[in-house]
């Protein structure tokens, strides 16, 4: 069974920044170094949007555009742990933060990812 579990959620002000953790382990999930990592959001009653994903090591780094310039996302293969810091955050930031991992082809598509984690709540205030 593999495990995602993200951590680092909570409540900050606008303009704030945050630093969410996802750290992956179980005995199927050998191959973090060479798995798709990303980090999706959702809000009730809307699709699970698309946020960031990093291929592998060295690889290019890819963002939704409501967060382009502001997230970061990053990994450690040695520590099986992805990061996403989140800089400038404005209220409409604020949903539930999954990690997830995977072979996508598509990073943007939520579908295409095989492992998820249960998600941290990241509440902006204005």
């Known amino acids: 069974q593999v495990q995602l579990v993200e951590s680092g959620g909570g409540l900050v002000q606008a303009g704030g920044s945050l630093r969410l953790s996802c750290a992956a382990s179980?005995?199927?999930?050998?191959?973090?170094?060479?798995?798709?990592m990303g980090w999706f959001r959702q809000t009730p009653g809307k699709e699970r949007e698309f946020v960031a994903a990093?291929?592998?090591?060295?690889?290019?780094?890819y963002y939704g555009d409501s967060v382009k310039g502001r997230f970061s996302i990053s990994r450690d293969n040695a520590e099986n742990t992805v990061y996403l810091q989140m800089n400038s955050l404005k209220p409409e930031d604020t949903a539930v933060y999954y990690c997830?991992?995977?072979?996508?082809?598509?990073?943007?598509?939520?579908?295409?990812?095989?492992?998820w984690g249960q998600g941290t709540q990241v509440t902006v205030s204005s």
């Open positions: 997830a991992a995977g072979r996508p082809i598509r990073y943007t598509q939520p579908n295409e990812y095989n492992y």
């Open positions: 179980g005995r199927t999930f050998s191959s973090f170094s060479s798995s798709v």
């Open positions: 990093i291929p592998r090591t060295g690889g290019s780094t």
